[in-house]
């Protein structure tokens, strides 16, 4: 008969805001925030609860260095080991790095990825490498990554890579990787000190005092935000501050729709926790709101379609869009999303291809933003539809952005967009666009908007003047009170 031992483990042992990932079986775990939120405490405690629970767990534990993994991670296996009292099930070896659980035959390695050859040839004592853990992944390149990713393919036994970190530079690659693409194989777990129910007071004092004395170090360590290096066009600062108050969407979803081959009809909001449409405000029917969308095209294939729908008078942005897809599904998009927006003004970015545009009037969408635009062989001026963004109109409508962000910071409502923006620096050119191959295509969708929207008409309600009112009331003192300019009633 086989000998089972039954151990229970109290679930008061652990972090209520993470036990939802105890049994989470994705290819990659991300759990990134502030300091002290109780990341890799959680991940050691995940650990142990799978290694006695799996009939197969054998997990490589990797940092950038083999001395910091010891001083870190494997010192943590140890305490939280004897803190659970398993000391006799597991077998500690302090010159191998090694942790065996004695139950099963799993074992926990710990290695620096500048310890190459231990890496290359590790092996365990029964059954395949499972588990990866990067902590402090920030620390590691791409490329290392990349190689522990290779090495932890193949078929057999579910794998899975946990990754930790403070969110340090919002350049980093692994925000690139894991979080400007959305994928289902990808969980990801945001958290701060106030996760963390295990955490005593001063070590909350000192995180909150970095708000007066490193504006930095509060952004990544306190609040766990994406950390922005440098001098940025965008005011960081108040984008930042944003951040801390913007609204979820109401909605997350896209359009579906009947298309005849010719109009489109019978569209349909569906809600789709990964669907590429956020809305912030639903339209506003009662009320004589208008809006308007700016839509940037993604070019050479790396990039975004983007769209952004604004409140036309107050400039608050109460949608937005970003998908790669093909031009003509974009353009149903649009029209859909222009029509649930009371037909509000489009204006599409005409540099790439003018596809989108053409299609969108090919459907019978109406409201497109007209340009003046200069007739090559004949010199006259002609109205063409879409927004062209040259090396004059680019400067100007991010000029514009720029002053908005300053000056208005609360109507950007999407995180993804106040992030993109908090990326953005001016090159050596003095070309303003995001480095290291990073994205502009919400910053270019959100300024065309705001650029169009002086383009959208108001219906004026007509003033009626009725007789019992009189402008001339106050007749004592009249000539020399300015009453402003006079106003023409047509
Ligand atoms: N489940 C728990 N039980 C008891 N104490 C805990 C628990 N989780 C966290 N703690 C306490 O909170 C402290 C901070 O947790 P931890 O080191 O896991 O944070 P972290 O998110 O990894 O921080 P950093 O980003 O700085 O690496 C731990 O040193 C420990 O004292
Ligand atoms: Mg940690």
Redesign the pocket.
Known sequence: MKNEINISISKK???KA?IHLLECIKRYLI?Y?????????????RYLYKLLKNKTCNLLVVRKTGKSNRD?TYA?FKQ?IS?WKLNKYFKINESDLRIKCLLNGNEIVFAGLDDVEKLKSITFSKGELTDVWI??ASEILESDFNQLDVRLRGKGTQKQIVI???PIDINHWLKKRFFDIKSDNVEVMH?T?LN?????DD?KELLESYKNTDPYYYDV?CLGNWGVLGKTVFDAKKLQERLQNIPKPLKIGYFSYDYDGIKISDIKWVNDKNGYINIYQVPNVPKITKYCIGCDTAGDGSDYFTAHVLNAETGEQVATLKQQFDADQYAKQIYCLGMYYKEALVGIEANFDSFPIMELQRLGYTNQYVREAVDTYTGKTEKRFGFKTTSLTRPTIISKLIEIVREHTEVINDRDTIEELLTIVRNEKGRIEAPDGGHDDQMMGLAIAHHIREQVVFDTEPIEVHSQYRFNIEKINETNNDYGEEIVIV
């Open positions: 042992v652990f972090n993470f759990l925030g502030g300091a002290g939120s109780g990341k890799s405490y959680f991940i050691c405690e870190s943590l939280i803190k902590e402090e930790s970190f403070n958290s000190y963390n129910d295990f955490l005593d070590y360590y």
